[in-house]
């Protein structure tokens, strides 16, 4: 204060410096004061795109979801591997362009040369529900569940069973027990396995699955009317795990294949698309509701 008095008595123009260094330190700072302004005012807007064009996604994914519900024409005409295409109305402002495709349940498992899908031998094989086999260990934290199958040959002439295999979902992650945490599977069978080539595990569409395969032309083989069992014992390190979907099948030898399921031999695929964001769902549809395997979110 002192200072100001003895400048504004002696008049010695410090006044004036006083006043260009006000301004000084106010050019210095205004100017990132004001980019870091604009940058955030960017970012907000980068974020609420980004945000908008996820949430008009995912809307077109359930829209999707929906449709199987209701399966109006031409969904329900669909044969496997066609697809219904159409664009959504305005959602946040923006359209979605959703693709809907049928698949085979078992396409991405084994090889799709090894069956036709559309001669299935549905009596050829049967199985007693997991859910009655379930077995639930709470002190050692595990979950068991017992797939008995049972086949019953009704054919013309010998067949030979080239793979035996299962799927089921959820995929409950790391903490399935067994090779390559994919599960543990405990083979119990009348059907010979001495000659087994190789087991195929694969996490897929939201779940796990074996195939158990047989050197070429030595698995079962079997005339008319002749049976056979095999059961797999399926353990999960989670006592409060619970199946969901599943299925299980028998490749025969000349394309043929029999199979036991929760749900129709087929599964959906719903892809919405929303400028740079694209959700894909897999889902398998059950009277009146739909079970969904898998749902992923890719930048484009």
Not at 207 to 234: A, E
């Amino acid at each position: 204060m002192n200072i100001i008095k003895k400048i504004h008595k002696e008049e010695s123009g410090y006044i004036l410096i006083f006043a260009l260094l006000f301004l000084v330190m106010g050019s210095l700072t205004l100017v990132p004061l004001l980019n870091f302004t604009f940058t955030e005012m960017e970012t907000e807007l980068v974020y609420k795109t980004n945000m908008f064009e996820l949430y008009t996604c995912d809307a077109a994914a359930e829209d999707g979801i929906h449709k199987l519900i209701k399966m109006p024409s031409p969904l329900d005409t669909l044969e496997v591997g066609d697809s219904y295409n159409y664009t959504t109305e305005l959602i946040n402002d923006r359209t979605a362009d959703v693709t809907i495709t049928k698949l085979s349940l078992i396409s991405g498992i084994i090889g799709d040369d090894e069956y036709k899908v559309e001669q299935p031998h549905e009596d050829w094989m049967s199985m007693a529900p997991p859910e009655d086999t379930v077995v639930r260990n709470f002190v050692e934290d595990w979950a068991e569940y017992t797939l008995i199958l049972d086949f019953h040959y009704q054919g013309g002439g010998s067949r030979t069973i080239e793979t035996i295999g299962f799927f089921l979902a959820p995929y409950p992650g790391d903490i399935v027990n067994g090779p390559d945490d994919i599960g543990d599977a405990i083979l119990v069978p009348e059907i010979t396995s001495d000659d087994f080539d190789r087991v195929e595990e694969k996490i897929v569409a939201g779940g796990f699955s074996y195939t158990f395969r047989w050197v070429k032309n030595q698995g079962p083989i079997f005339d008319n009317d002749d049976t056979g069992s095999l059961s797999i014992i399926v353990r999960v390190d989670d006592a409060d795990w619970t199946l969901g979907t599943y299925f299980a099948w028998a490749t025969v030898k000349e394309q043929d294949i029999s199979f036991v399921a929760s749900s129709e031999m087929v599964k959906w695929q719903i892809e919405a698309v929303v400028d740079d964001k694209t959700i894909i769902i897999e889902a398998v549809v059950d009277p009146g509701q739909v079970d969904v395997l898998s749902w992923d979110l890719f930048n484009n």
